[in-house]
C-alpha cells in the first residue's frame, strides 16, 4: 500500500454506499425503457485514467444488460492545477449512433474535460447522453455543466485516491483522502 499522510475524506465503506446509491439510481432510470437487443443495450463509457476504479464498482452495482468502452483524455499535467487544453488519447471503438449512452467520470472539476468529451460525442448522435461522476467539486466554473448522477459533492481541495491521481500517485488507495498543502 502507498505509504499516504493525507486526510480522509471519505472511507471505503461511504464510497461503497454510495456507488452503491448511484448504481441503483441508473438502473431505476433505464429500466423498462430499453431496447435491449445486442446493439441497443446501453454502453457506459470510462474517462480514463481517473475513472478506472469507480467505473469498475459502479458497473457492478448496475443491474441491467449494458456494454463498455473508454476514452482517455488528459486535461492536467503533473501538478494539481487544470491546464484548461483537453487532449483525446485514445477514442472509443463503439458506433454510439441511436444508443443510450452514459460517460462515467471520477471528477468535475472546471468541467473542461467533460465539456469536451460531451461535445465530441454528441456530434456522434447517441440516443440520449447522460453524464456519471464519483465527484462534483464546488468552484466558480467558467463552463455550466451538470452530472445526471453523482456520489459526492466536494469542496475546493486536492483530493486523491480511488482512482484519482497527484502526479500519477495515490491512484490505488481505497479510500478518498486530501493532501495536505505542500
Ligand atoms: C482529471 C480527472 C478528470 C479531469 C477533471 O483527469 O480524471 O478527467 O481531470 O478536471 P476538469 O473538470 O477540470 O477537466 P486528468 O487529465 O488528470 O487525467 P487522469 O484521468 O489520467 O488522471
Do not use: H, W
Amino acid at each position: 500500500m502507498v505509504e499516504a499522510k493525507e486526510r480522509i475524506l471519505y472511507s471505503e465503506t461511504q464510497i461503497a454506499e454510495a456507488v452503491k446509491r448511484v448504481g441503483a439510481e441508473i438502473t431505476r432510470d433505464y429500466t423498462g425503457r430499453l431496447e435491449e437487443t445486442e446493439d441497443k443495450i446501453p454502453l457506459i463509457i470510462g474517462i480514463l485514467k481517473g475513472s478506472f476504479i469507480f467505473m469498475a464498482d459502479l458497473v457492478r452495482e448496475i443491474d441491467l444488460p449494458c456494454k463498455m468502452d473508454f476514452m482517455v483524455a488528459k486535461s492536467y499535467g503533473q501538478g494539481t492545477v487544470s491546464s484548461g487544453y483537453v487532449r483525446i488519447v485514445k477514442d472509443i471503438d463503439t458506433d454510439i449512433k441511436d444508443r443510450d449512452v452514459i460517460v462515467v467520470e471520477d471528477i468535475l472539476d472546471t468541467a473542461n474535460t467533460l465539456s469536451s468529451v460531451c461535445e465530441i460525442l454528441r456530434a456522434r448522435k447517441p440516443k440520449s447522453l447522460k453524464v456519471c461522476v464519483f465527484l462534483d467539486k464546488k468552484i466558480d466554473r467558467k463552463l455550466q455543466f451538470e452530472a445526471d448522477y453523482k456520489c459526492f459533492d466536494i469542496e475546493n481541495e486536492f483530493v486523491v485516491g480511488y482512482g484519482l491521481d497527484y502526479a500519477e500517485k495515490y491512484r490505488n488507495l481505497p479510500y478518498l483522502g486530501v493532501l495536505p498543502p505542500v
